[in-house]
């Protein structure tokens, strides 16, 4: 699919939309997919590298099942399983089952899916293996031509020998190729840099898709709509009248099972460096001349520039402990966790500080907070404004904050003062409240896979992450990760279900953010 010259054609059609507000707006998957011309023109192969894995049965065959469910994609799509072990299509159908979420009316559509399905066995480090598999797409009806979509859910160990081969041996003479990686993307700056390096001599940036699946979700794209959409928002998205940012993540639920992987990483790298940075650059970000992809990410890049490295002052690291969970089972800590060394001092929680020093944040504090095994599943980005100067209602009047709910249940509120209904004069706290269930009761969500793994197939690479955006990264969080792991920094513990340790209130306070406790919100479904 030659997505920009169809997205051209569209445009010259009867709604001339250019690319670049299609991209915002979504129309461009519209577009492109509602033309059923268009949509039967290429032959597709969507090749699935350790189709074996979890990442692939819990994320990737469900994801490409709706897609083809909602005839999202162009007709003519074969899928193609390439893994170790020895499967069928039939087993991989089994294994996933569980998160395809296909209904009873649904199971004859499923089976046509299943049968644009193949699957291959073959080893990672073998050139003999990807030369079956090239012979295999090329078999496969008008495959020889087709457009190939390469997605590599696979431990980053074998990236460097799976991107070799599909170079050389796997790669489309006649339509294009796109690589689709996963994270991590390296441990540090200096591997990520060698994992660049290494693929920047195999592909070009434009057929390298970075996923960081923060970038699809609907609240996360909603940041530019809502900042460059509104004129409100504009004036007081600065310095001058914003106290503080505050970007948070929060689940649950501790490692369960994962701690091998989670162990090697730690929260920092695993959410806060990429998805929580992500949403700062979103955030503190200035307009883009255009929508276009490398506009936005321009500009993104340029907010991570104006970041310095953080050092310890600024951070807390907490590890969860245990603790028995009333009449259930018993809460483990994260020592419990059989995966993990007994010693470990990985960071199950961190809170850090980051100054954008331009001339828009110089001075701002944006808080980053994530962890596991919290007292609540939570993703936000919060906006808490200065004090209104000048008071005139004896100090009852509490900050502004503007909160844009990420999950679960999507909603953007703004708390304010108002005065309190009736006789009184006296302020009292509500909000404005664009609460999403209610405001747009039919519309279904896609899953942020949906939305990235179509913008693949578009050529959209605005919600994936450019390499200079990683560079970036990686440049503000390596300092602080070598220290922790060279001085074997000990986290403070906290419990299972809780907020978090406390020092991370106090290093909020200390940075300015001001938590009243009186605020209290008032479902109105529940009235
Ligand atoms: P709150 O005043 O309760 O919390 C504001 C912030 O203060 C949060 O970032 C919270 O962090 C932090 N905080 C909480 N306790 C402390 C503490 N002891 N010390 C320091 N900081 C603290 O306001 P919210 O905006 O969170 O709203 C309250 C509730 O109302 C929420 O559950 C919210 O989802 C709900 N609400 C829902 C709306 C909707 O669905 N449309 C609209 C408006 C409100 P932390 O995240 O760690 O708790
Ligand atoms: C992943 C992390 O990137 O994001 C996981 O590796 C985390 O540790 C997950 O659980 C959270 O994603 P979501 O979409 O459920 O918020």
Redesign the pocket.
């Known amino acids: 699919m030659g997505s920009r010259a169809s997205a051209e054609k569209m445009s010259a059609a009867a709604t001339p939309v250019p690319l670049s507000r299609s991209e915002v707006f979504g129309q461009l998957r519209r577009e492109l997919f509602e033309d059923e011309e268009f949509r039967q023109s290429d032959t597709h192969i969507f090749i699935i590298l350790g189709a074996s894995g979890d990442l692939a049965k819990k994320k990737i065959y469900p994801t490409l099942w709706w897609l083809f469910r909602d005839r999202l994609l162009p007709e003519d799509t074969h899928f193609v399983g390439f893994a170790r072990s020895n499967l069928t299509v039939d087993d991989i159908r089994v294994h996933c089952l569980p998160y395809l979420k296909a209904s009873e009316a649904e199971q004859e559509k499923l089976s046509r899916f299943f049968q644009r399905n193949s699957y291959l066995s073959g080893r990672y480090g073998e050139e003999e293996s990807f030369r079956r598999l090239d012979a295999h797409l090329g078999a496969l009806p008008r495959g020889a031509a087709a457009n190939r979509l390469f997605y590599l859910a696979l431990p980053p160990s074998v990236y460097q020998d799976v991107t070799r081969n599909i170079r050389h041996t796997c790669m489309s003479s006649k339509g294009w190729n796109r690589v689709i990686v996963e994270k991590p993307f390296g441990k540090d700056l200096e591997s990520s840099d060698r994992l660049s390096q290494h693929l920047s001599t195999l592909f070009t940036e434009d057929q390298i898709y970075r996923i960081d699946h923060y970038l699809g979700k609907e609240m996360v794209q909603n940041l530019m709509v809502l900042r460059f959409g509104n004129r409100i928002f504009g004036p007081i998205w600065t310095r001058d009248s914003v106290a503080c940012v505050?970007l948070?993540f929060?689940e649950p639920f501790g490692t369960q099972g994962r701690g091998g992987y989670f162990n090697e990483f730690g929260i920092i790298r695993d959410v806060m460096q990429n998805h929580l940075l992500q949403m700062l650059s979103l955030v503190a970000m200035e307009k883009p001349a255009s929508t276009s992809s490398d506009d936005v990410r321009d500009e993104k890049v340029k907010v991570l520039k104006s970041v310095q490295p953080l050092s310890l002052d600024n951070v807390v690291l907490g590890q969860y402990v245990g603790e028995p969970n009333g009449e259930g089972e018993a809460r483990l800590g994260y020592l419990d966790d059989e995966t993990v060394p007994p010693d470990s001092s990985t960071p199950t929680f961190a809170a850090a500080v980051l100054y954008v020093q331009n001339e828009r944040w110089d001075g701002v504090p944006f808080v980053l907070?994530c962890g596991k095994a919290?007292?609540?599943r939570?993703a936000?980005v919060?906006l808490q404004f200065r004090d209104v100067p000048g008071d005139i209602f004896s100090s009852h009047c509490k900050r502004n904050?503007l909160?844009v709910?990420v999950q679960p249940?999507e909603?953007?509120?703004a708390?304010m003062m108002t005065k309190k209904p009736g006789m009184s004069m006296q302020p009292e706290e509500a909000?404005l409240?664009?609460?999403y269930h209610s405001r747009y009761k039919d519309v279904k969500l896609p899953d942020a896979y949906e939305r990235l793994i179509l913008d693949v197939f578009c050529g959209s690479q605005m919600h994936f992450v450019r390499s200079d955006e990683l560079r970036e990264a990686w440049r503000i969080f390596t300092p602080l990760l070598h220290q922790i792991e060279a001085e074997k920094t000990q986290p403070l513990p906290y419990t299972y279900g809780s907020?978090?340790p406390v020092e991370a209130?106090e290093l909020?306070?200390k940075v300015g953010?001001r938590?009243?406790?009186?605020?209290?919100?008032v479902?109105p479904h529940r009235l």
């Open positions: 505050v948070t929060k907070r919290l007292n609540e939570k936000e919060r904050e909160v709910r249940d909603a953007v509120y708390k909000e409240d664009l609460t907020r978090g209130d909020l306070k953010f938590y009243e406790g009186t605020y209290k919100w479902n």
